[in-house]
């Protein structure tokens, strides 16, 4: 079995900063891209950003320059930094990866369970 599992959220009041981490665990053999996602009430759950294995990251546009995703491979970790906060960041963020598994398996994409992020004053 694998895990993910998310950490780091809470309240903040806008403009401020939060960094969200994220450990895999379980018999892994391989991860490739690793990224984040949110989902607000009310809405559809977006792409906040992603890395791949060798670095590459890919933002969504309302976060760009605000927000920084980077990963240390030897931990299984992946960390998302995020500056000058706004209300509209407000929602449940959830981890993700792809990955296989020791043994007989093929790559799938992983969830964590998420972490809640409020920016409120």
């Known amino acids: 079995q694998v895990q993910l599992v998310e950490s780091g959220g809470g309240l903040v009041q806008p403009g401020g900063s939060l960094r969200l981490s994220c450990v895999a665990s379980?018999?892994?053999?391989?991860?490739?891209?690793m990224g984040w996602y949110r989902q607000a009430p009310g809405k559809q759950r977006e792409l906040v950003a992603e890395i791949d294995s060798g670095g590459s990251t890919n933002y969504a546009d309302s976060v760009k320059g605000r927000f920084a995703i980077s990963r240390e491979n030897a931990k299984n970790t992946v960390y998302l930094r995020m500056n000058s906060l706004k209300r509209e960041d407000t929602a449940v963020y959830y981890c993700s990866a792809r990955m296989l598994l020791r043994g007989p398996s093929a790559f799938y994409d992983y969830w964590g369970q998420g972490t809640q992020v409020t920016v409120s004053s």
């Open positions: 379980g018999s892994i053999f391989s991860i490739n891209a």
